[in-house]
């Protein structure tokens, strides 16, 4: 039989015991989860913004109790972003959502850094790596749409310029591949001139005036991001638009339904690329960090924004609300991306947040809908050693007019 002493001993050692499990979960519940924005090519008002959405994201309830953030820019060399992982993966990151500078190049730190426990969410552009996650819009259809509607803009004929996005992302590749399997159709369609203009409306207008200075009779633009200075180049010019088919930019859309711009000759649609992946990436991250949702690596799709002329409406306040979809010129800079918010995925966002980086006052981090779309196969941009759907270049947004 145990002595009062050694019962009293034995309770004793339970309750430290116990209050030392108590402290070690209270640790580990108050324990922030160590997250990284690992950003590649930065400069543009596209990745300013997909950025701050994260960081607002970050700050906003309860969020800002959950999360350490820190950002990384490396720049267009992968060797950097590279280097830039394995200083994450050595830190012990919980999480990295990226912007990839390349599909393939990253692969192997990417495994490392899966096989140590972190997880990689990708937006926008892809990777390769089956144990990453890819967040993007890149196989909604962007370049086959986009290039459809200039066709139809166009009946079929005419001088085209191609204003591109960075050299080597899968973005830009998978955007022109469709594009060229539209234009390919239609022997009237003369593409002469390429240009890489890095989704920037300042390059874009420079390569664009170079290219209007060999062929000042151009017909048509088809551009990735950036496409405000295409139109600004060819205002510079002389004062005639043409067809031009961009991305989501408010000065874009405010000139597709300026009458004005629309009597010198300005048609075209406003889609392409949502910052918005960044703010869903990262939500998606956090619900599967914290459990709430039993999501195994794959490729999810974000959906194509598709805005003709008009179809242009401005919104009241500082949120997409009653259907609109662009901004008084008084309100935020031409540059500014507009799909950057989304009423459905990502409530808790205002342009403040996507122009500063700040919460919105007063929001709080709502849950996502509970299915998520499953992005198809697209070989060397978001799989390797597979095959991509037959219909992968099938038309969604447009029918074609154009024999």
Same mark, same amino acid.
């Given at each position: 039989?145990?002595?009062?002493?050694? @019962?009293?001993?034995?309770?004793?050692? /339970?309750?430290?015991?116990?209050? /030392?499990?108590?402290?070690?979960?209270?640790?580990?519940?108050?324990?922030?989860?160590?997250?990284?924005?690992?950003?590649?090519?930065? /400069?543009?008002?596209?990745?300013?913004?997909?950025?701050?959405?994260?960081?607002?994201?970050?700050?906003?309830?309860?969020?800002?109790?959950?999360?350490?953030?820190?950002?990384?820019?490396?720049?267009?060399?992968?060797?950097?972003?590279?280097?830039?992982?394995?200083?994450?993966?050595?830190?012990?990151?919980?999480?990295?959502?990226?912007?990839?500078?390349?599909?393939?190049?990253?692969? @192997?730190?990417?495994?490392?850094?899966?096989?140590?426990?972190?997880?990689?969410?990708?937006?926008?552009?892809?990777?390769?790596?089956?144990?990453?996650?890819?967040?993007?819009?890149?196989?909604?259809?962007?370049?086959?749409?986009?290039?459809?509607?200039?066709?139809?803009?166009?009946?079929?004929?005419?001088?085209?310029?191609?204003?591109?996005?960075?050299?080597?992302?899968?973005?830009?590749?998978?955007?022109?591949?469709?594009?060229?399997?539209?234009?390919?159709?239609?022997?009237?369609?003369?593409?002469?001139?390429?240009?890489?203009?890095?989704?920037?409306?300042?390059?874009?207008?420079?390569?664009?005036?170079?290219?209007?200075?060999?062929?000042?009779?151009?017909?048509?633009?088809?551009?990735?991001?950036?496409?405000?200075?295409?139109?600004?180049?060819?205002?510079?010019?002389?004062?005639?638009?043409?067809?031009?088919?961009?991305?989501?930019?408010?000065?874009?859309?405010?000139?597709?339904?300026?009458?004005?711009?629309?009597?010198?000759?300005?048609?075209?649609?406003?889609?392409?690329?949502?910052?918005?992946?960044?703010?869903?990436?990262?939500?998606?991250?956090?619900?599967?960090?914290?459990?709430?949702?039993?999501?195994?690596?794959?490729?999810?799709?974000?959906?194509?924004?598709?805005?003709?002329?008009?179809?242009?409406?401005?919104?009241?306040?500082?949120?997409?609300?009653?259907?609109?979809?662009?901004?008084?010129?008084?309100?935020?800079?031409?540059?500014?991306?507009?799909?950057?918010?989304?009423?459905?995925?990502?409530?808790?966002?205002?342009?403040?947040?996507?122009?500063?980086?700040?919460?919105?006052?007063?929001?709080?981090?709502?849950?996502?809908?509970?299915?998520?779309?499953?992005?198809?196969?697209?070989?060397?941009?978001?799989?390797?050693?597979?095959?991509?759907?037959?219909?992968?270049?099938?038309?969604?947004?447009?029918?074609?007019?154009?024999?």
């Amino acid at each position: 039989m145990k002595s009062k002493f050694s @019962r009293g001993v034995a309770t004793a050692l /339970g309750l430290l015991a116990a209050a /030392g499990m108590w402290t070690a979960d209270a640790h580990a519940a108050d324990k922030k989860l160590k997250i990284y924005l690992s950003l590649s090519y930065s /400069g543009n008002a596209w990745q300013s913004e997909a950025a701050n959405i994260v960081k607002a994201l970050a700050a906003t309830p309860p969020y800002n109790d959950q999360v350490e953030l820190k950002e990384v820019i490396s720049g267009t060399d992968p060797q950097a972003q590279i280097s830039a992982y394995e200083s994450m993966i050595d830190d012990g990151a919980d999480g990295i959502i990226s912007f990839p500078i390349s599909s393939t190049a990253l692969n @192997r730190t990417i495994k490392r850094g899966c096989d140590q426990g972190t997880l990689f969410f990708m937006y926008d552009a892809t990777v390769t790596e089956k144990c990453a996650y890819n967040v993007s819009y890149v196989t909604a259809g962007f370049g086959e749409n986009s290039a459809q509607a200039l066709v139809n803009a166009l009946g079929g004929k005419g001088n085209i310029f191609l204003s591109r996005g960075v050299p080597g992302n899968s973005v830009d590749k998978r955007h022109t591949d469709g594009a060229m399997s539209v234009f390919n159709k239609y022997p009237g369609i003369k593409v002469v001139a390429e240009y890489y203009s890095y989704w920037d409306d300042r390059t874009t207008q420079q390569e664009t005036a170079k290219a209007l200075a060999a062929h000042p009779e151009v017909d048509g633009i088809w551009a990735q991001a950036g496409e405000y200075g295409a139109i600004q180049a060819l205002l510079d010019k002389g004062g005639k638009l043409v067809p031009v088919t961009g991305e989501n930019s408010n000065g874009f859309r405010l000139a597709l339904a300026d009458p004005a711009m629309k009597a010198k000759g300005l048609t075209g649609v406003s889609a392409g690329s949502p910052p918005a992946t960044a703010g869903y990436a990262f939500k998606v991250m956090m619900e599967v960090l914290q459990k709430k949702r039993d999501l195994k690596p794959e490729n999810i799709e974000y959906p194509l924004p598709w805005v003709p002329a008009d179809k242009v409406k401005l919104c009241k306040g500082d949120k997409f609300e009653d259907g609109c979809n662009a901004f008084p010129a008084d309100k935020v800079p031409s540059s500014f991306v507009t799909e950057v918010l989304n009423p459905e995925l990502l409530p808790e966002l205002s342009i403040q947040s996507a122009l500063n980086g700040t919460p919105t006052p007063g929001a709080t981090i709502q849950p996502l809908p509970k299915d998520i779309k499953k992005a198809p196969d697209a070989p060397g941009i978001n799989c390797d050693k597979c095959e991509a759907p037959a219909d992968q270049y099938k038309l969604t947004k447009i029918d074609a007019t154009v024999n």
